[in-house]
Nanobody
Framework: QLQLVESGGGLVQPGGSLRLSCVAS????????IAWFRQVSGKEREAVSR????????DYLDSVKGRFTISRDNAKNTVYLQMNDLKPEDTAVYFC???????????????????WGHGTQVTVSS
């Protein structure tokens, strides 16, 4: 399984931007589906976005569509989440997750993923 490390979180004002990175170590990164989840204290983890192994297919949580963009660079074993026009409700710990196979219908399910990073904090506040 892959080892995942997130970075890029921080404090930003509403309307600002952040770019999160998820760097993977391990074999066959290019065959893994990668997803971003977020979690607010006291609430369940929420799927934010996912990207297919090829990078050709992506999915987004409705509330982030048009603001967030997921991408990957397989040569660098890295997946990115560009977050624009951030809102206070985006405040959460953001996690990346990986799986060798995820059905389209299950991309948003936490149980579909085998590998998880430890998260990076994103705080949106004026």
């Amino acid at each position: 399984q892959l080892q995942l490390v997130e970075s890029g979180g921080g404090l930003v004002q509403p309307g600002g931007s952040l770019r999160l990175s998820c760097v993977a170590s391990g074999d066959m990164f290019e065959y893994h589906v990668i997803a971003w989840f977020r979690q607010v204290s006291g609430k369940e983890r929420e799927a934010v976005s996912r990207i297919s192994n090829s990078g050709r297919a992506t999915d987004y949580l409705d509330s982030v569509k048009g603001r967030f963009t997921i991408s990957r660079d397989n040569a660098k074993n890295t997946v990115y989440l560009q977050m624009n026009d951030l809102k206070p409700e985006d405040t959460a710990v953001y996690f990346c997750a990986a799986s060798g196979f995820v059905s389209t219908s299950r991309w948003h399910q936490e149980s579909a993923y085998n590998s998880w990073g430890h998260g990076t904090q994103v705080t949106v506040s004026s």
